[in-house]
Structures are given as C-alpha cells and as structure tokens.
T-cell receptor, first 113, second 114 residues
C-alpha cells in the first residue's frame, strides 16, 4: 500500500536553514503537499508541487522533488521561532479521482532562539 | 468566512457510549473528509464524501459511520466508543479534484474514551 515516511524531529537555530525530508511510495501521485500544524490547531497548507516539477520556490520555502527516488524535501530559509511546528508531507492517491491524501507521520521542527 | 468548523473541541466519553462529531463548512466545497490523528502519527482517513448523498470508506472506517445530507455538513458518528478511538479527529474539505484543490482543515476534536 501507499506509505509516506518522515524523520520525527529536527532542531535548528534561529536564522539557520531547515530541511525536512520525506519519502513516498506511490509513483502515480500527481501532487505532493507540505502542511504545517501548530499546537492545538488543524493543518495548514504551506505549499505543494506538481509531480512534473523538480523545484518550487515560494518566499522562504523551497520544495525539491526527486521523482526517481520518490524523495521530497522542504527547505525553510532563515528559520524563525514562529516556524516551530509539526510539518507533514502528503501525497494524493487514487489517481486524482478522489483527492485522497496519504500523510507522513510528521516532523517536529524545534527552532532554538 | 469561517471555513471548516468542528464541534465539540474536546470530549470525554465512557466505553460504550455514542456521540456525533460535527463538521460544517461554508465554502461550498463538494469534497469532505474525516481523519484521525494518533499521537506521533500522521493522519489516517476514516471516511470521505464527494458530494451530498455520497460517502465512502477510507483507510480506517471500522467503528464509525458518516452521513452527508447537505453540502455543508458531514457528521461522524461513533456508536460504541472504545479506548482505541481515543484520538484527535480532523474534518477537512476541498472544492474539487483534478487540479490543485487543497484540503482545508478544521481545528480538530480531541476525544478521550475512558
């Protein structure tokens, strides 16, 4: 079945770059997503990438996609304490017919001042 | 614009009790979803709906039921609560599929079964 894996924890200093990694298994995924979850809140869509792209940049966020290795990463430049949260990658499954998402286990990003 | 609203925010149930988790959205989205999030885990899809009157099972549907009588509402029912259903439940909605239509999430319902 489909599976999405992430490392559980990442700690960085304020001002440094953060790189959160994700591997997925469904090669038919058309979109891959990054969501942010702050404590006690729901998931907020940060960015996404279409499967025929290698890279997408959106202000401080850079998404890299290696489709051959089924590897997705999220780079946050100039990480701030407000970036502390859990980050989930997700892939859409079902060939786009149902928009079903498979989520990773989430990476807790801790930003030290 | 309220987005996706879930009620209640917290609830404690005894084993065997039943309850309904409410979810409503005001974005005229066709697609709605229920997920559960267990500690240290990602979200697992329980049920989803592609429109009023249509529902389908996700990855972990056992012990739950849903209905979709209107576009706005997608309640999740637990008939006989079990400790394994202790979790945080998230409702989400999206307009469509095919192009990028991100899912919008509610703030969650924290449910404990004791």
């Amino acid at each position: 079945g489909e599976d999405v894996e992430q490392s559980l924890f990442l700690s960085v200093r304020e001002g440094d770059s953060s790189v959160i990694n994700c591997t997925y298994t469904d090669s038919s995924s058309t979109y891959l997503y990054w969501y942010k979850q702050e404590p006690g809140a729901g998931l907020q869509l940060l960015t996404y990438i279409f499967s025929n792209m290698d890279m997408k940049q959106d202000q401080r966020l850079t998404v890299l996609l290696n489709k051959k290795d089924k590897h997705l990463s999220l780079r946050i430049a100039d990480t701030q304490t407000g970036d502390s949260a859990i980050y989930f990658c997700a892939e859409n499954c079902g060939g786009g017919a149902t928009n079903k998402l498979i989520f990773g286990t989430g990476t807790l990003l801790a930003v030290q001042p | 614009n309220a987005g996706v609203t879930q009620t209640p925010k917290f609830r404690i149930l005894k084993i065997g009790q039943s309850m309904t988790l409410q979810c409503t959205q005001d974005m005229n989205h066709n697609y709605m979803y229920w997920y559960r999030q267990d500690p240290g885990m990602g979200l697992k899809l329980i049920y989803y709906s592609v429109g009023a009157g249509i529902t389908d099972k996700g990855e972990v549907p056992n012990g739950y039921n849903v209905s979709r009588s209107t576009t706005e509402d997608f309640p999740l029912r637990l008939e006989l609560a079990a400790p394994s259903q202790t979790s945080v439940y998230f409702c989400a909605s999206s307009y469509s599929v095919g192009t990028n239509q991100p899912q919008h999430f509610g703030d969650g319902t924290r449910l404990s079964i004791l």
